[in-house]
């Protein structure tokens, strides 16, 4: 393994592409978790980083969302409670490479601005406040108070707060959060676009409108004790590793596991547990005991086929297949969607999902068979114009056998970035319900505004059409994150001021408006002491349990300020000392804060209490704790009833999805091994089925560009070499941020408004 040398950037003409594995971690994955700890901070402070991560005692993972198993449950944390991936993210953030002053003043905007994403994140963490004045070449050092009247008076002259958009990253603690949308609140607009509108915001609008609550239905333990665990459109050993450990343990309690997945993921067929013998000397434990490879957005056409069938043996043998007293007592709308799926189309689910009917039958039978069964789900649903009603579908399966609220049974949405699901809970939404406003005026005696804002595509059109000027991230990467590269970075550059609240450099910094700020905040490894002593935060997992996080390095630099702190102290510099919300109490005394929180967020009663229970709680679901529908329109669960519907490309063309390699996370670029795919030292390629590149006349390695098909204009993204993959036929996949530029910004999913990144007709232009 060569180390990732800070000043070398990523040189496509060196990717080497190989075999891809049929398994997942193993050896490899301890070696590679040693590796990068090493490179990014050393021997000593890799084991006193990873000893801490995810521990009751330590802090969470900066990386996914996946949960930890909870003593009140009967389950026991591991020694080592982290993943590959987990483990580069925590040495990405507690690297000892620094960015001071003097690589600014070394390095010119123009000159970071072409460089990769790769490059600028290796170069270590930001130490001071820099500001890009207008017509500057270079960042320079600025004070923390000038940063903060600078933002001030830019927000303060603008016309209205609606110019304004406010971003947040997934990142972002509880406390950071609830101060955030009560800063942006406060101010006079609900523009708070977040990360969850470009991933699982479909997941959100179809569940409330299927259960009333728009989060999963399921804990740990029920993974566990599943009889059947349907994995659809995820790739768990890449994107959320930890989780092949509950399957593992599932299959070892007996359960089965269905893959539904367009290509055949590592993660998804065999797991080598680097924490049991079976796993460094063995074979491992194979997950999957049924694959179906199906076309990218056929999903709704296999749910909806499996509820004709099971509504078929239903009719053939009565009282044996569907729950009917749960569909009587606890559900809404069967007899239309009975209607709607009798009368199913099987030579659409034949073109839709490139599946053999015998498969589906195959699969129907599992789930008719099984009395406890969980549907997982991540990307690969939610990023479709039909996501919302696809999910709908596989919620109408689960609530034919009534699946949900019951032990080892349910819905669960595997969220992605750690905390999104918290952000979301302490009111980073555009458009949160009236009795949280109603709350949150109430308790701090402000007016709040009632209209909705912008999420990410309506912030970026905003942003084109001159009616955003000021952009404010609280972490993350929005210029790599979001679709229709060229355009997104047109729209933030034409913005009076950007301002990024950040721990490492991105692109986002180099995407800048007239004038811009980087503002260098602590990592969630790194202590944080205020006036009122040492603070610590709170986070929500993907399954709604709540605990805290506590960083123990010192911090990266001594001009670092916390994401609390510096929120306060712009609250401050833009209202006043004598404004009604107490900002320096919160900055002082983060117990201040959760005081508030235990006040406006429902659920959260005794919130400074609670979190210091050793595992924290669990936030209340009604569907899952009793059975309750109590948030939907009719007090019931509600079938959905959908048209039929699923992408097509036209003859030559293919269907394009964005992924990540095993060496990233999000945004963030760890190095260039994809191991499981078999892609080496580069990104720049296409996966696409040997047989479509045989039909399109292109060579196994050739050179293309990739050009989307959209009906304002083509785009392009360049130089891609081809790697014949066993993916399904016409589909064809790509690594994001680099095929983001292909994702037509009004190519959305509806009612979620989410980027349709897993369904781009592309054709394949070869450079000759």
């Given at each position: 393994?060569?180390?990732?040398?800070?000043?070398?950037?990523?040189?496509?003409?060196?990717?080497?592409?190989?075999?891809?594995?049929?398994?997942?971690?193993?050896?490899?994955?301890v070696a590679v978790s040693l590796w990068r700890g090493w490179e990014q901070m050393g021997t000593g402070r890799t084991v006193r980083t990873l000893r801490l991560l995810n521990q009751q005692e330590g802090y969470d993972c900066p990386g996914c969302a996946w949960p930890e198993p909870r003593e009140t449950d009967g389950e026991h944390r591991k020694l080592a409670?982290?993943?590959?991936?987990?483990?580069?993210?925590?040495?990405?953030?507690?690297?000892?490479?620094?960015?001071?002053?003097?690589?600014?003043?070394?390095?010119?905007?123009?000159?970071?601005?072409?460089?990769?994403?790769?490059?600028?994140?290796?170069?270590?963490?930001?130490?001071?406040?820099?500001?890009?004045?207008?017509?500057?070449?270079?960042?320079?050092?600025?004070?923390?108070?000038?940063?903060?009247?600078?933002?001030?008076?830019?927000?303060?002259?603008?016309?209205?707060?609606?110019?304004?958009?406010?971003?947040?990253?997934?990142?972002?603690?509880?406390?950071?959060?609830?101060?955030?949308?009560?800063?942006?609140?406060?101010?006079?607009?609900?523009?708070?676009?977040?990360?969850?509108?470009?991933?699982?915001?479909?997941?959100?609008?179809?569940?409330?409108?299927?259960?009333?609550?728009?989060?999963?239905?399921?804990?740990?333990?029920?993974?566990?004790?599943?009889?059947?665990?349907?994995?659809?459109?995820?790739?768990?050993?890449?994107?959320?590793?930890?989780?092949?450990?509950?399957?593992?343990?599932?299959?070892?309690?007996?359960?089965?596991?269905?893959?539904?997945?367009?290509?055949?993921?590592?993660?998804?067929?065999?797991?080598?547990?680097?924490?049991?013998?079976?796993?460094?000397?063995?074979?491992?434990?194979?997950?999957?005991?049924?694959?179906?490879?199906?076309?990218?957005?056929?999903?709704?056409?296999?749910?909806?086929?499996?509820?004709?069938?099971?509504?078929?043996?239903?009719?053939?043998?009565?009282?044996?297949?569907?729950?009917?007293?749960?569909?009587?007592?606890?559900?809404?709308?069967?007899?239309?969607?009975?209607?709607?799926?009798?009368?199913?189309?099987?030579?659409?689910?034949?073109?839709?999902?490139?599946?053999?009917?015998?498969?589906?039958?195959?699969?129907?039978?599992?789930?008719?068979?099984?009395?406890?069964?969980?549907?997982?789900?991540?990307?690969?649903?939610?990023?479709?114009?039909?996501?919302?009603?696809?999910?709908?579908?596989?919620?109408?399966?689960?609530?034919?056998?009534?699946?949900?609220?019951?032990?080892?049974?349910?819905?669960?949405?595997?969220?992605?970035?750690?905390?999104?699901?918290?952000?979301?809970?302490?009111?980073?939404?555009?458009?949160?319900?009236?009795?949280?406003?109603?709350?949150?005026?109430?308790?701090?005696?402000?007016?709040?505004?009632?209209?909705?804002?912008?999420?990410?595509?309506?912030?970026?059109?905003?942003?084109?059409?001159?009616?955003?000027?000021?952009?404010?991230?609280?972490?993350?990467?929005?210029?790599?994150?979001?679709?229709?590269?060229?355009?997104?970075?047109?729209?933030?550059?034409?913005?009076?001021?950007?301002?990024?609240?950040?721990?490492?450099?991105?692109?986002?910094?180099v995407v800048h408006g007239r004038t811009a700020l980087i503002l260098p905040t602590l990592g969630r490894t790194e202590r944080d002491v205020q006036a009122g002593g040492e603070q610590f935060v709170t986070v929500e997992d993907s399954m709604s349990a709540v605990h805290a996080s506590r960083g123990r390095l010192r911090p990266a630099s001594d001009h670092l300020?916390?994401?609390?702190?510096?929120?306060?102290?712009?609250?401050?510099?833009?209202?006043?000392?004598?404004?009604?919300?107490?900002?320096?109490?919160?900055?002082?005394?983060?117990?201040?804060?959760?005081?508030?929180?235990?006040?406006?967020?429902?659920?959260?009663?005794?919130?400074?209490?609670?979190?210091?229970?050793?595992?924290?709680?669990?936030?209340?679901?009604?569907?899952?704790?009793?059975?309750?529908?109590?948030?939907?329109?009719t007090g019931k669960a509600m079938f959905g009833v959908s048209e039929l519907e699923y992408p097509t490309a036209p003859r030559g063309r293919l269907l394009l999805q964005t992924l990540r390699s095993h060496d990233q996370y999000n945004t963030t670029i760890y190095g260039l091994s994809d191991r499981y795919r078999g892609v080496e030292d580069g990104r720049r390629?296409?996966?696409?089925?040997?047989?479509?590149?045989?039909?399109?006349?292109?060579?196994?390695?050739?050179?293309?560009?990739?050009?989307?098909?959209?009906?304002?204009?083509?785009?392009?993204?360049?130089?891609?070499?081809?790697?014949?993959?066993?993916?399904?036929?016409?589909?064809?996949?790509?690594?994001?941020?680099?095929?983001?530029?292909?994702?037509?910004?009004?190519?959305?999913?509806?009612?979620?408004?989410?980027?349709?990144?897993?369904?781009?007709?592309?054709?394949?232009?070869?450079?000759?």
């Amino acid at each position: 393994m060569a180390r990732n040398a800070p000043h070398e950037d990523i040189d496509e003409d060196r990717i080497r592409v190989g075999k891809p594995k049929e398994w997942a971690a193993g050896i490899p994955g301890v070696a590679v978790s040693l590796w990068r700890g090493w490179e990014q901070m050393g021997t000593g402070r890799t084991v006193r980083t990873l000893r801490l991560l995810n521990q009751q005692e330590g802090y969470d993972c900066p990386g996914c969302a996946w949960p930890e198993p909870r003593e009140t449950d009967g389950e026991h944390r591991k020694l080592a409670e982290f993943c590959e991936n987990g483990a580069k993210a925590v040495a990405e953030e507690a690297t000892t490479r620094r960015i001071g002053p003097e690589f600014f003043a070394e390095h010119s905007i123009t000159e970071l601005a072409d460089k990769t994403d790769y490059w600028l994140g290796q170069q270590g963490r930001l130490t001071h406040p820099m500001v890009l004045r207008e017509g500057a070449t270079h960042y320079e050092p600025i004070s923390w108070d000038e940063a903060f009247q600078l933002t001030a008076r830019t927000l303060r002259e603008l016309d209205s707060p609606d110019e304004a958009m406010f971003y947040t990253s997934g990142r972002t603690s509880n406390e950071a959060a609830f101060v955030y949308q009560l800063l942006v609140r406060a101010f006079g607009t609900n523009n708070l676009p977040d990360c969850s509108n470009m991933c699982h915001e479909s997941s959100g609008a179809a569940l409330s409108q299927a259960t009333g609550i728009g989060k999963g239905t399921v804990t740990l333990a029920d993974l566990h004790h599943a009889d059947l665990i349907v994995v659809i459109g995820q790739n768990p050993g890449t994107n959320h590793p930890r989780m092949l450990s509950a399957l593992e343990q599932a299959k070892a309690n007996g359960a089965k596991v269905i893959a539904v997945n367009p290509l055949p993921e590592a993660g998804l067929l065999r797991f080598k547990n680097p924490q049991n013998v079976r796993g460094v000397a063995g074979k491992g434990s194979a997950l999957a005991d049924e694959f179906c490879q199906i076309k990218l957005g056929g999903d709704l056409a296999l749910f909806q086929a499996i509820g004709h069938l099971l509504l078929s043996w239903e009719d053939a043998a009565p009282g044996t297949v569907l729950d009917t007293d749960f569909i009587e007592s606890s559900t809404h709308d069967f007899a239309d969607y009975e209607k709607q799926v009798r009368a199913l189309d099987w030579s659409q689910v034949d073109e839709a999902t490139g599946l053999s009917r015998e498969q589906i039958a195959k699969v129907a039978g599992m789930i008719a068979e099984s009395k406890r069964t969980i549907y997982c789900w991540a990307m690969g649903l939610t990023q479709h114009a039909h996501s919302v009603p696809t999910i709908a579908e596989v919620a109408n399966v689960a609530l034919l056998r009534g699946m949900i609220g019951k032990p080892g049974a349910g819905l669960c949405p595997v969220r992605g970035h750690s905390n999104v699901q918290g952000d979301r809970t302490m009111g980073i939404w555009e458009k949160m319900p009236e009795p949280f406003l109603a709350a949150l005026e109430s308790e701090f005696g402000i007016p709040v505004p009632r209209k909705h804002g912008y999420d990410v595509v309506d912030s970026i059109r905003a942003m084109r059409d001159g009616r955003g000027t000021v952009f404010f991230a609280v972490g993350g990467n929005f210029a790599s994150a979001t679709p229709d590269t060229e355009l997104t970075e047109r729209a933030l550059r034409s913005c009076e001021l950007t301002v990024h609240v950040s721990t490492k450099l991105n692109r986002s910094h180099v995407v800048h408006g007239r004038t811009a700020l980087i503002l260098p905040t602590l990592g969630r490894t790194e202590r944080d002491v205020q006036a009122g002593g040492e603070q610590f935060v709170t986070v929500e997992d993907s399954m709604s349990a709540v605990h805290a996080s506590r960083g123990r390095l010192r911090p990266a630099s001594d001009h670092l300020l916390s994401e609390v702190a510096i929120l306060c102290r712009l609250a401050r510099a833009l209202f006043g000392d004598d404004h009604a919300v107490p900002w320096q109490a919160f900055e002082s005394d983060y117990d201040e804060i959760r005081e508030r929180i235990a006040r406006v967020v429902p659920g959260c009663t005794d919130y400074n209490a609670r979190v210091r229970e050793p595992d924290g709680f669990v936030l209340p679901n009604p569907p899952r704790d009793s059975r309750q529908f109590t948030g939907t329109l009719t007090g019931k669960a509600m079938f959905g009833v959908s048209e039929l519907e699923y992408p097509t490309a036209p003859r030559g063309r293919l269907l394009l999805q964005t992924l990540r390699s095993h060496d990233q996370y999000n945004t963030t670029i760890y190095g260039l091994s994809d191991r499981y795919r078999g892609v080496e030292d580069g990104r720049r390629v296409v996966f696409v089925n040997p047989a479509d590149l045989t039909e399109l006349g292109i060579p196994d390695g050739e050179l293309v560009d990739l050009v989307s098909e959209w009906s304002d204009h083509e785009r392009r993204a360049e130089r891609f070499r081809v790697v014949g993959y066993p993916t399904a036929r016409g589909c064809a996949a790509a690594y994001f941020p680099e095929a983001n530029a292909l994702v037509p910004l009004d190519s959305v999913a509806r009612t979620s408004n989410t980027p349709t990144s897993k369904a781009i007709v592309v054709r394949l232009e070869q450079r000759g």
